[in-house]
């Protein structure tokens, strides 16, 4: 048996594999083992840790809004899969990362809305790993201490945000137009941020110490569940 934590990642054919290239390497550069999960996957397969990445936008029907003109591409088999493998991995008690679309569905998995069309915060023309603005962190939550600081550049890669925070999730970083860039649950095994470390984790300490220390969370579990 490895004495490596299995993290599941949310994938989807549809879109190409080598879209979620990133998230495997960066789990692996973090001593982890990516398994990929289809949508479709009623039942979350024994593993360590959870990681929801980014993607097209949630449909609002999950959260009891009708669609804006402005809303892009969405894929309900795909949402009700991560809206279901996450509550699993809540049953779990697993420690769960979210990226941009994966902290959207972690707030709608737990009760809250999202805004549906937000301008200027999609910088993908220019470059998936250009820092495209500033975001301030709480220094005591796992962003900040991954980060050591409470301001950090960001790339920004996404239309949608958060609206109303869910109950059992608390804001841990904001952009200067008062956007939620990250949360974490009360219990600390949610941490989520709106942009994308994956593709930052080759020159910035601060992406590669998120997912180290998400890894070490899912790492504490695997050792307590190995005979």
Same mark, same amino acid.
């Given at each position: 048996?490895?004495?490596?934590?299995?993290?599941?990642?949310?994938?989807?054919?549809?879109?190409?594999?080598?879209?979620?290239?990133?998230?495997?390497?960066?789990?692996?550069?973090?001593?982890?083992?990516?398994?990929?999960?289809?949508?479709?996957?009623?039942?979350?397969?024994?593993?360590?840790?959870?990681? *929801?990445?980014?993607?097209?936008? %949630? /449909? #609002? $029907?999950?959260?009891?809004? !009708?669609?804006?003109?402005?809303?892009?591409?969405?894929?309900?088999?795909?949402?009700?899969?991560?809206?279901?493998?996450?509550?699993?991995?809540?049953?779990?008690?697993?420690?769960?990362?979210?990226?941009?679309?994966?902290?959207?569905?972690?707030?709608?998995?737990?009760?809250?809305?999202?805004?549906?069309?937000?301008?200027?915060?999609?910088?993908?023309?220019?470059?998936?790993?250009? *820092?495209?603005?500033?975001?301030? %962190? /709480? #220094? $005591?939550?796992?962003?900040? !201490?991954?980060?050591?600081?409470?301001?950090?550049?960001?790339?920004?890669?996404?239309?949608?945000?958060?609206?109303?925070?869910?109950?059992?999730?608390?804001?841990?970083?904001?952009?200067?137009?008062?956007?939620?860039?990250?949360?974490?649950?009360?219990?600390?095994?949610?941490?989520?941020?709106?942009?994308?470390?994956?593709?930052?984790?080759?020159?910035?300490?601060?992406?590669?110490? *998120?997912?180290?220390?998400?890894?070490?969370?899912?790492?504490?579990?695997?050792?307590?569940?190995?005979?």
């Amino acid at each position: 048996m490895s004495d490596k934590p299995r993290i599941g990642i949310t994938v989807h054919p549809r879109r190409g594999l080598e879209y979620f290239g990133p998230y495997r390497r960066a789990v692996v550069a973090a001593g982890a083992e990516p398994v990929d999960l289809v949508p479709g996957t009623k039942k979350l397969p024994e593993l360590d840790g959870l990681l *929801l990445p980014g993607g097209w936008d %949630v /449909d #609002p $029907s999950f959260y009891g809004e !009708r669609r804006d003109e402005n809303l892009g591409e969405t894929d309900p088999d795909l949402d009700e899969t991560e809206l279901s493998l996450f509550r699993q991995a809540r049953e779990r008690g697993l420690p769960v990362l979210g990226i941009c679309r994966g902290q959207q569905v972690i707030n709608v998995a737990m009760g809250g809305s999202l805004v549906q069309h937000l301008e200027d915060h999609d910088a993908r023309a220019i470059g998936r790993t250009h *820092l495209a603005h500033t975001i301030e %962190v /709480d #220094p $005591s939550s796992e962003l900040g !201490r991954a980060a050591g600081e409470h301001r950090i550049r960001v790339n920004s890669l996404h239309h949608q945000a958060v609206k109303t925070l869910a109950p059992g999730l608390l804001q841990t970083a904001k952009g200067d137009d008062g956007t939620v860039e990250g949360v974490e649950s009360d219990d600390g095994l949610i941490v989520a941020v709106q942009c994308h470390p994956e593709e930052l984790t080759t020159d910035l300490p601060w992406a590669r110490a *998120l997912f180290e220390r998400f890894v070490a969370r899912a790492k504490g579990r695997h050792s307590k569940s190995s005979p």
